[in-house]
């Protein structure tokens, strides 16, 4: 991944006092626009924040030796975190209301819980391969506006402004990996505080692709968020 020029790409200096301001811009912007209260910005922005680590974890589960790395960017306390909870916090009531959604076991068995199997029914899974690292940002705003347009009913001013926080964090995702800064170029943030919205916006753009194919097709419809 760090030597894929079309992912990462190393820089000559530390971004986070530029980032930092940029962001600030981006928060006062929002009080301005009424969509952020003082209150807020004063804890979405860390005046001290960390800087992101780069490692990877082996995936033992894959059975092959050596085994496949899973990148893992460790960015707890790191200057986009509270951002990111913000925008997680926006679309977190809407997900349970995608057709289709699924939670956990129990959401399975109700989904499941009048279906009838037929012979000539088949399982079909689809899933994003390295969604960290694949998806073109410019996609990843794309499904994220229609999203926002599809399953809310914030204001549009509101729309625009999480679509530009996230287009923020998509373009001014970095990290250090043994003294060196990179920046991402393609995909959403590694981070171990994926409860927010970088694991979600991978499955967005899964719902943008697949829901029209699998609803032709479909029996029952369902994706895992």
């Not at 030597?3 to 600030?24: E, G, H, M, S, V």
């Not at 790395?69 to 925008?87: C, D, L, N, T």
């Not at 625009?160 to 991402?184: A, I, P, R, W």
Request: proline share 6%; glycine share 4%.
């Amino acid at each position: 991944m760090l030597q894929d020029a079309n992912t990462c790409r190393p820089l000559d200096k530390n971004p986070l006092p530029l980032f930092q301001k940029k962001l600030y811009d981006l928060l006062s912007d929002g009080c301005d626009l009424g969509n952020l209260s003082k209150k807020e910005i004063d804890y979405i922005y860390i005046e001290h924040p960390v800087i992101a680590i780069f490692h990877a974890l082996p995936k033992v589960h894959k059975g092959v030796f050596p085994p496949p790395m899973r990148p893992i960017v460790v960015g707890i306390g790191s200057y986009a975190e509270r951002i990111s909870e913000w925008v997680d916090s926006l679309r977190q009531p809407l997900v349970p209301h995608i057709p289709g959604f699924l939670k956990d076991t129990r959401t399975v068995l109700q989904a499941f819980e009048n279906f009838r199997w037929q012979s000539e029914f088949m399982w079909v899974v689809a899933d994003v391969v390295s969604p960290y690292t694949s998806i073109p940002h410019n996609l990843a705003i794309i499904a994220l506006r229609w999203f926002l347009l599809v399953y809310s009913d914030y204001m549009s001013e509101l729309q625009d402004y999480v679509c530009t926080s996230v287009e923020f964090l998509l373009k001014h995702n970095f990290f250090m990996f043994k003294g060196q800064y990179y920046l991402q170029l393609s995909g959403v943030s590694i981070a171990l505080h994926s409860k927010h919205f970088d694991g979600l916006v991978g499955k967005m753009l899964s719902l943008c692709r697949y829901k029209s194919f699998f609803q032709q097709h479909k029996i029952v419809w369902t994706l895992y968020l």
